[in-house]
């Protein structure tokens, strides 16, 4: 079984200042992590995702993760927030091991409404 | 250009009268699926097709049904709509199960009366 938490279902911050977004994923095989955002009347469009390679992700807009095996966790940052980040932001988590009861599925955390102010 | 193209995006209709929402991708992708968004439940699995005529229950199921009898075509069907069906639903697809990441559509808003 999988599962996603996301710390926080709202984070403010002000224009410039660092964005952390906290997930913590549980998963009984090596997980593959994603980091999707969504913004007001759109679809999901995909931030960054670790697929086993390097622990530190680097996605579009400037957002990175790390990925941390002893923390369960896959937070994302980005060094400067700008008032465009504002939207909201989804950690989730598939098996990457063919055969698995989960295998190809995405389970999501309940997201986190990112406002960036002046 | 590459993309998940569902129908419609709006959509208003009475208890118990049978719909379809259409997902049609053209990125000749493998693995399709649907999910329900509902405020602070995140996105939630309807279903799921690992390929042509290959379907699977989700997480959330009940009241829905699935079809994939060509690659790019994944409609769902709710047979006998009820309230508790008001949600956002995304068709969502990736090249293969793994590590590809999903291409959403851009989600058809559900309204039951």
């Known amino acids: 079984a999988q599962s996603v938490t996301q710390l926080g279902s709202h984070v403010s911050v002000s224009e410039g200042a660092l964005v952390l977004l906290r997930c913590n994923y549980s998963?009984?095989?090596?997980?593959?992590l994603f980091w999707y955002v969504q913004y007001p009347n759109q679809g999901l469009q995909l931030l960054l995702k670790?697929?086993?390679?390097?622990?530190l992700v680097k996605g579009i807009n400037g957002f990175e993760a790390e990925f941390k095996k002893s923390e369960t966790s896959f937070h994302l940052t980005k060094p400067s927030a700008h008032m465009s980040d504002a939207a909201e932001y989804f950690c989730?988590?598939?098996?990457?091991?063919?055969?698995?009861?989960?295998?190809?599925?995405?389970?999501f955390g309940q997201g986190t409404i990112l406002t960036v102010h002046p | 250009e590459a993309q998940v193209t569902q129908n419609p995006r709006y959509l208003i209709t009475v208890t118990g009268k049978k719909l379809t929402v259409t997902c049609s991708q053209n990125?000749?992708?493998?693995?399709m699926s649907w999910y329900r968004q509902d405020p602070g439940l995140g996105l939630r699995q309807i279903y799921y097709?690992?390929?042509?005529?290959?379907?699977d229950k989700g997480d959330v199921p009940e009241g829905y049904k699935v079809s994939r009898k060509e690659k790019r075509n994944f409609p769902l069907i709710l047979e006998s709509p009820s309230p508790n069906q008001t949600s956002l639903y995304f068709c969502?697809?990736?090249?293969?199960?793994?590590?590809?990441?999903?291409?959403f559509g851009s989600g058809t808003r559900l309204t039951v009366v």
């Open positions: 097709s690992m390929n042509v005529e290959v379907t």
């Open positions: 989730a988590v598939s098996e990457a091991e063919a055969g698995g009861t989960s295998y190809g599925k995405l389970t």
């Open positions: 990125m000749n992708h493998e693995y």
């Open positions: 969502a697809s990736s090249l293969t199960a793994g590590g590809y990441g999903y291409t």
């Open positions: 998963s009984s095989v090596p997980p593959y």
């Open positions: 670790y697929t086993s390679a390097a622990t």
